[in-house]
């Protein structure tokens, strides 16, 4: 039996009603997902479907001192998610995070008030040499992957963050947790490490920063996700 052409030019958009043989469903916009409701039938489109919105994504193989997110954290949602890598220029480097206040037209809070704890073991290529390292501390950012020592060999640093209340105003609300996994190409060595962190100061935090201790970002990836309560 020969197959019918399909003509896809003059195919329906939009909106097909049940009684034609759709959903009912109007058609989405971007970053969007279907989701059910409990019935047999697409019911709506919504942007948090998973517990996950979209919200911003910075991707570059050009050379930065930093990666700055503006206006991304605001009363929509509680707790993001920062997920991305970053590859440094230079040598020895650590991950450098920071917020950031005022909006769009946002500025970095350099001051002493982040706190943390980060923990972290590693093994070389040959699957020995077991390597681990804790730290606390406090200062003017969050110092994770401090002992990392990355350098411009291809060293890899990869991360998964989330953050909580970051626009609370309230001291000690704003708090983020999550893990780094790194291979410094050097040393022949990879390294997973578990962080977590608080925030002393009572700022209102629309944004936040990502940098190294020294030298540019060579290349990276980071994308900023809202979560939803339910």
Excluded at 11 to 21: Q, R
Excluded at 33 to 40: E, I, M, Y
Excluded at 87 to 105: C, E, F, H, M, Y
Excluded at 147 to 171: K, M, Q, R, V, W
């Amino acid at each position: 039996m020969a197959l019918s052409k399909i003509d896809i030019e003059n195919m329906i958009t939009g909106e097909v009603n049940v009684a034609n043989g759709g959903t009912g469903l109007s058609s989405g916009t971007t970053n969007q997902f279907l989701k059910f409701t409990g019935s047999t039938t697409l019911a709506s489109a919504a942007d948090n479907a998973g517990g996950l919105t979209f919200i911003s994504n910075s991707e570059s193989s050009s050379a930065a001192s930093d990666v700055i997110f503006d206006n991304v954290f605001t009363s929509s949602f509680n707790k993001y998610r920062v997920t991305g890598f970053m590859i440094p220029s230079g040598d020895n480097r650590s991950l450098r995070i920071r917020a950031r206040t005022g909006g769009s037209s946002g500025s970095t809070n350099s001051s002493s008030i982040y706190n943390g704890i980060y923990r972290s073991r590693g093994v070389n290529n040959s699957g020995n040499g077991v390597t681990s390292d804790e730290q606390t501390y406090q200062g003017d950012s969050w110092n994770f992957a401090e002992n990392s020592n990355l350098d411009s060999n291809s060293s890899y640093l990869g991360f998964d963050f989330t953050i909580y209340d970051p626009n609370t105003e309230i001291a000690g609300r704003m708090m983020i947790s999550g893990f780094t996994v790194y291979h410094h190409n050097t040393d022949a060595r990879q390294s997973i490490g578990y962080c977590g962190g608080r925030l002393d100061g009572d700022i209102d935090a629309t944004g936040i920063l990502f940098t190294y201790n020294a030298d540019n970002i060579a290349k990276h990836s980071i994308s900023v996700y809202g979560v939803a309560d339910a």
